[in-house]
């Protein structure tokens, strides 16, 4: 059987974009998928050509890759079907425009944007031009994901009236990043929220919202505690959800941080990071919150289901590494961003415009909700970046 083949174009050559791009490298049969297939053809730097044939070289591009040292000159390479963009936040809406003006898919990096109008831009060009858009929320597409929306939906824990979800990091920023650096600078769309609180976020509308059969939107009420140059360093949100049939309001606490850990021990001994809560019981979610390995699903029967979901690879003797942050996981084990990527090969395969787990309308409503918690707390980005005129230079 012929495989659908996927030839993707890398815009940005950071440490995220090496991730996904290594990703691609193991055949995905390894992970029970046979049918299709992805390969890196194109890589770009805004610094220059060279580093983009070094990043292609360290990802296992194919042979023939081509380097550019220009983001315009990628989307207008034909051999490119879509284009994941790993800038940083604040250059996504640019980023993303020049893509779909020139007809390419795109996979762009979460957040999706700085502001929720800008997606509205996005969401309305892609579909002007009939292209495949979807935010890379990785953590979605992990089959530990999809396990913990069926329990709920099945019923198995009753109507679910709470999501508690924290993706916090002791990470003590004065130490950590000078001033210039993506996750503080106000520049590049720094702090807690769009970076950590996004995956706090996701936990609470996958299990509050997308398993709703006609969700609605939350209202919303948070606090933030600032870091010395504006951007937030702590953040809790209380999203209420409307009643629904089954059950009367929902309330999903969202918690992100640089100061504090959900994990202190890197063992698991402080619990799990999300605890999803029904009638019934409730589902455990260990941290990390972007990357799971573990659940544990506890019924008021005393049932208690306790799983592990190891990440699939290509194994030991491959000689292959995958990781994020300066660490890599274990020889031949996946970083966990092939999910996302498959779920775009299928959809092209398929003709969808976007996401089955996310759709466009949902990232927009969450975009939403980082607006108003920054609203209510008097956090804003340089307009430079906050605007919807394109092409900006930034």
């Known amino acids: 059987m012929s495989k659908f083949t996927v030839k993707w174009g890398i815009l940005a050559t950071g440490g995220i974009a090496e991730t ?11 992970r029970g998928v046979k049918d299709i297939e992805h390969k890196v053809v194109a890589a770009a730097s805004s610094s220059s050509a060279k580093r983009a044939q070094d990043f292609l070289k360290e990802v296992r591009g194919v042979e023939d890759a081509k380097a550019y040292g220009s983001y315009e000159e990628l989307v207008k390479d034909p051999n490119v079907d879509i284009i994941y963009i790993a800038t940083p936040h604040s250059h996504h809406y640019q980023n993303a425009m ?14 999706f944007t700085t502001n929720a109008p800008q997606l509205e831009a996005l969401i309305k060009k892609a579909k002007d031009k009939n292209v495949f858009l979807m935010e890379a929320v990785w953590t979605r597409y992990f089959p530990l994901s999809i396990y913990v929306r ?24 004065e130490k950590t990043f000078d001033d210039g650096h ?16 996004i995956y706090a976020l996701t936990w609470v509308f996958q299990t509050l919202y997308t398993t709703q059969k006609d969700p609605k939107p939350p209202t919303v009420l948070s606090t933030m505690r600032k870091y010395k140059l504006g951007t937030d360093e702590q953040t809790s949100m209380l999203l209420t959800f409307p009643p629904t049939d089954a059950r009367g309001e929902a309330h999903g606490i969202a918690t992100t941080g640089m100061r504090t850990s959900a994990d202190p021990d890197s063992k698991g001994s402080a619990g799990p990071a999300i605890r999803i809560q029904g009638e019934l019981g409730e589902v455990q979610v260990y941290h990390p919150a972007f990357r799971p390995t573990r659940t544990k ?49 299928y959809a092209l ?37 906050e605007t919807l005129e394109y092409p900006v230079k930034l």
């Open 182 to 197: 993506r996750m503080v600078n106000p520049d590049l769309a720094g702090g807690a929220l769009l970076d950590l609180g």
């Open 98 to 111: 020049l893509c779909l003006e020139a007809g390419k898919n795109v996979l762009c990096e979460k957040a």
């Open 20 to 30: 996904f791009a290594r990703d691609l490298w193991p055949n995905p049969e390894c």
């Open 297 to 345: 699903l506890v019924l008021g029967d005393g049932t208690v289901e306790d799983k592990e979901w190891p990440q699939p690879g290509p194994g030991e003797g491959s000689g292959w590494k995958n990781g994020f942050g300066g660490s890599f996981q274990p020889e031949g084990e996946g970083q966990g961003m092939f999910w996302e990527a498959d779920e775009c090969a």
């Open 349 to 385: 395969k398929e003709g969808r415009k976007e996401g089955q787990y996310e759709s466009l309308a949902e990232s927009l409503v969450i975009m939403k909700v980082m607006d108003e918690v920054r609203e209510q707390n008097g956090m804003k980005y340089p307009e430079k970046i």
């Open 150 to 173: 069926d329990i709920i939906t099945s019923g198995k824990i009753g109507p679910v009236s709470r999501t508690y979800a924290d993706l916090s990091m002791t990470m003590l920023p």
